[in-house]
């Protein structure tokens, strides 16, 4: 059984950094599409960054290319998103979500097609 454990989120004041983390255990053989989403209260959900383990591409939402990383390291089997020049618009809960595929992560992370998430870690950036 597939888990995922997000950490890493907290306050901080506008132009501030965070790197979360999302540990996962349970995988199978193959690739996987891991992503971040982010969500606020009435709000829908909205893809954040993604990573395909195969390739090791990533992919950004244009809302925070240029300030957030996606990367992995295999040996602790996580996921991190570093947030760099943080912005009020920022503010929401982030959850990292996985899927086992082939073909494209690119049209799994657009159509949210993934089967596993975590339970989200709050990011709150004051102005």
């Known amino acids: 059984q597939v888990q995922l454990v997000e950490s890493g989120g907290g306050s901080v004041q506008a132009g501030g950094s965070l790197r979360l983390s999302c540990a996962a255990s349970g995988y199978g053989r193959g690739n996987y599409c891991e992503a971040w989403f982010r969500q606020t209260p009435g709000k829908e959900r909205e893809g954040v960054a993604a990573?395909?383990?195969?390739?090791?591409?990533?992919y950004y939402a244009d809302s925070v290319k240029g300030r957030f990383t996606i990367s992995r390291d295999n040996a602790k089997n996580t996921l991190y998103l570093q947030m760099n020049g943080l912005k009020p618009e920022d503010t929401a809960m982030y959850y990292c979500a996985t899927a086992r595929y082939t073909g494209s992560c690119l049209k799994i992370f657009q159509r949210a097609g993934f089967g596993y998430w975590g339970q989200g870690t709050q990011v709150t950036v004051s102005s």
């Open positions: 990573f395909s383990t195969d390739d090791g591409r990533a």
